[in-house]
């Protein structure tokens, strides 16, 4: 019954919150062919927590079952959103059985706002589950698909003195010549911010790679460092 009440809850509220005048721009920003509603994602945030606080989720399995019912049978981009915020959920944080379910979101969502919307969750279970990630985002870092792949190289966004470099060094050199804006992007994205808590590692990074980094990438990635 939990599971049902929140699902509508959610479903409603952000239906309630709709703005018409917002949604065609959305989805146009997005080049979106699901549809928008025009709900801010702040607000979506906001409609997403409280509904979990009036009909929280017994477990992780019940957590797990909304999910996957707000994302395969969403009508909206801003239930996907819901969906997404949804794994954010305290008891969901640290288990290994939301692997899948974020997998599943990032194969089929295929779009950088839904892609990197669960990307830091993995870093969450990084730090919890470190030997079984790092095999798991190894292997990511090479696979077919591409947002798989940008997923591995951002999954660490964040972790600041935490950061598994060696990892971090393994995923983006996996990719290094591939010409994929959102790979060149990603790899750019990652060592910026790591620069804030180690600039000297991702200087020797640069300098290392300085053949095989694309423009892009290297740009991105000394933007905030001062010019030696």
């Known amino acids: 019954m939990a599971t049902t009440e929140l699902l509508d809850a959610i479903r409603s509220r952000l239906q309630a919150a709709a703005d018409p005048g917002r949604a065609a721009g959305a989805q146009a920003y997005m080049k979106s062919q699901m549809p928008f509603l025009g709900v801010r994602v702040p607000e979506v945030r906001r409609i997403v927590r409280a509904a979990a606080a009036e009909y929280p989720p017994a477990g992780v399995a019940e957590l797990q079952s909304v999910v996957l019912a ?3 049978t969403a009508v909206c981009r801003e239930e996907r959103y819901a969906a997404i915020e949804l794994t954010g959920l305290r008891l969901a944080a640290r288990d290994l059985g939301m692997l899948a379910l974020y997998e599943e979101i990032i194969r089929s969502g295929a779009w950088w706002d839904l892609v990197d919307g669960v990307a830091h969750r993995l870093g969450g279970l ?3 589950h470190r030997a079984e990630l790092t095999v798991v985002l190894g292997r990511w870092s090479m696979d077919s698909d591409f947002w798989i792949r940008r997923a591995s190289i951002t999954a660490q966004l964040g972790a ?3 950061t598994d470099t060696a990892l971090l060094a393994s995923v983006i050199e996996a990719n290094l010549a591939d010409r994929e804006f959102f790979i060149r992007k990603a790899i750019g994205w ?3 911010q790591y620069a804030r808590t180690d600039p000297d590692w991702v200087r020797a990074f640069v300098q290392r790679h300085r ?3 694309s423009p892009l990438s290297r740009k ?3 933007k905030n460092l001062p010019a030696e």
Do not use: D, G, S, V
């Open 126 to 128: 990084l730090q919890a």
């Open 211 to 213: 053949e095989e980094l």
């Open 160 to 162: 600041k003195t935490a």
């Open 190 to 192: 990652a060592l910026r």
């Open 220 to 222: 991105e990635a000394l």
């Open 70 to 72: 707000l994302w395969r």
